[in-house]
C-alpha cells in the first residue's frame, strides 16, 4: 500500500488564554523546530501561526507572527543543540539579525542562512511572514561545498536576478501552503540548495530548470531577454542552458 505524502501541520497561538501565548508558543517551536526564547512587549498581543512539514531529511516551515523578539542563547543550544542550518527567506516585515559579533538588518525579498547552533537573536518589530527550511548540516555539507558555517550569508531575490534562491523560495512555499499543499520533492529541493551553496555545476538539472523557469516568470515582459541574460542569472553556461531548454523543445535568442 503505498505511504501517504506528509501534509504540513499548524499551530497558532491565536485565540488561546492571553497569558499562555508566550509560553506555549516556546513550547510549540522547541518541539516541532528549535528551542527558542521568545519576548513580545505585551504578551497578550501576540498572534503567531507556525505551518510545519517534516520530509525525510529536511523541515519546511511557514511562519506568521505580530512583532516579538526570538532568541536561541548558549544555554539553549547546549540544551537541545539541532545539528542544523536554517535557510530564512523574509517575505514581510524588516527584521534584524544579530549573530555573535555582527548584526544585519533584514528586508523583504532577502535569504539569509546561519547556522542553527550559534547563538543569535532576532527581531520582528513590524511583524514577519517568513520560509524557513531547516537541513542537517552534515547534509549541507555532502550537497555543497559548505562543510562549516561561522558567519550568516545573506542573498537577495526580491528583484528576480537570484533565480536559484527565488525557485527555493517558491517550492517551499508550495509546499507548506496550508490551504492548497503542493507535492514537493525532497531531492529537488536539496539540488536547488546544492545550487545556490555551490554555483558552477552543471550537474543539478533539475535545479536548473526550475531556475530557469522562475526567471522567465518574473522577466517574460523584458525585451531585452537572451539566453546569455539567463544563462549568467542562473549561473550556467549559454550551451549548458540551450541543452536544458531543448529538452522540452524550448529555446531562446542568443542575444539581443
Known sequence: ??????????????????????PLWERHNEAALI????????????????????LDRVHLVRVRGTSH?????????????TESVFLSFSLVGETFLYHEDAVWSLRPGQLVICDADR??????????????LKIPRELLGSVTDISKLDRPIVWDFSNGEQPIAHALA?????????????????????ELVAALCAPGRDDLHTAHLKAVHTYLDVHYRDSALSAQRVAAAVGVSTRHLSRLLSEEGTTLPESV
Open 35 to 54: 528551542g527558542l526564547r521568545c519576548r513580545s512587549l505585551r504578551t497578550e498581543m501576540l498572534e503567531a501561526t507556525e505551518i510545519n512539514l517534516q
Open 119 to 132: 547563538p543569535f537573536m532576532r527581531g520582528f518589530s513590524q511583524g514577519l511572514e517568513e520560509l524557513v
Open 170 to 190: 517558491r517550492c517551499v512555499g508550495a509546499a507548506v501552503d496550508v490551504h492548497e499543499p503542493q507535492p514537493v520533492a525532497e531531492e529537488a529541493i536539496l
Open 69 to 81: 523578539v526570538v532568541e536561541r542563547n548558549e544555554e539553549l543550544v547546549r540544551a537541545s543543540p
Open 1 to 22: 500500500m503505498p505511504t501517504m505524502p506528509a501534509r504540513p501541520r499548524v499551530f497558532t497561538t491565536v485565540g488561546l488564554p492571553d497569558r499562555q501565548r508566550v
